[in-house]
């Protein structure tokens, strides 16, 4: 849904369709719906037909409030984080602290499968080494 300055009118705002969004950061029209739904963006834009219209704004908030869901975070968490945000530079901290403490989840859980997969790998070889010993 992007226009160009010499075609969009003065009530119109340039912006991204759901379709844009999706084909430039891989996550679901469904998935960014129900984010929507959830007051996720606050400040989205919406035609006069009832169309979101994603700013790059909307797009890093969608980017972060995705990583932040994939790392664990409750939509309730997601949403106190959404309305910290709203506040500005007097949630700043606590922020800072939520994005912290799913960071430091995150590398708990990456050393984990990183472990895991480690052992998984060496059993795989084990067991290939087997088959190549047995006789036919």
């Given at each position: 849904?992007?226009?160009?300055?010499?075609t969009?009118?003065?009530?119109?705002v340039?912006?991204l369709?759901?379709?844009?969004?999706v084909d430039?950061?891989g996550?679901s029209?469904?998935?960014?719906?129900?984010?929507?739904?959830c007051?996720?963006?606050?400040?989205?834009?919406?035609?006069?037909?009832?169309?979101r219209?994603?700013?790059?704004?909307?797009?890093?908030?969608?980017k972060l409030?995705d990583?932040?869901r994939?790392s664990?975070?409750?939509?309730?968490?997601?949403r106190?984080?959404?309305?910290?945000?709203?506040?500005?530079?007097?949630s700043?901290?606590?922020r800072?602290?939520i994005?912290?403490?799913?960071?430091?989840?995150?590398?708990y859980?990456?050393?984990?499968a990183?472990?895991?997969?480690?052992?998984?790998?060496a059993?795989l070889?084990?067991?290939?080494?087997q088959?190549?010993?047995?006789?036919?």
């Open positions: 849904m992007k226009t160009s300055d010499s969009k009118s003065s009530h119109e340039q912006g369709g759901i379709n844009d969004v430039l950061t996550i029209a469904f998935t960014i719906r129900y984010y929507d739904k007051g996720f963006f606050p400040n989205l834009i919406r035609s006069k037909r009832g169309v219209i994603f700013t790059d704004r909307d797009v890093h908030q969608l409030v990583a932040l994939r664990g975070l409750s939509i309730e968490g997601i106190y984080f959404v309305r910290l945000a709203k506040r500005g530079e007097d700043v901290n606590d800072r602290e994005i912290q403490t799913q960071t430091t989840a995150l590398e859980q990456i050393a984990e990183e472990e895991s997969l480690a052992l998984l790998r059993e070889e084990s067991l290939k080494s088959i190549d010993e047995e006789p036919f």
